[in-house]
């Protein structure tokens, strides 16, 4: 059975820094990721990293998050600085193996 753990969200001042973490416990993943939803919009990709390390990033990320993961842990992290107000949202850890699996989501406020 698949389990994801988010935690790390939280409310941070624009500029500001916060890390989010998603342990998996069930099964190793070739692809782990983060996506946000914000009120009235669709969930939209933010990053995901393969276990060889490989990486993708949204554009508007790009250069502010850094994705990464420890597979001896089986958790993948999200490292987000120079935060924005349009970065407030519900963001989501995803894995991925034959199929996808989601995390219950953690509240990211970005304040202005």
């Known amino acids: 059975q698949v389990r994801l753990v988010e935690s790390g969200g939280g409310l941070v001042q624009a500029g500001g820094s916060l890390r989010l973490s998603c342990v998996a416990s069930g099964s190793v993943f070739n692809v782990m990721g983060w996506y946000r939803q914000a009120p009235g919009k669709q969930r939209e990709l933010v990053a995901t990293v393969t276990i060889g390390g490989s990486t993708n990033y949204a554009d508007s990320v790009k250069g502010r998050f850094t994705i990464s993961r420890d597979n001896a842990k089986n958790t993948v992290y999200l490292q987000m600085s120079s935060l924005k107000p349009e970065d407030t949202a519900v963001y989501y850890c995803?894995?991925?193996?034959?199929?996808?699996?989601w995390g219950q989501g953690t509240q990211v406020t970005v304040s202005s």
């Open positions: 995803n894995v991925a193996q034959v199929r996808q699996y």
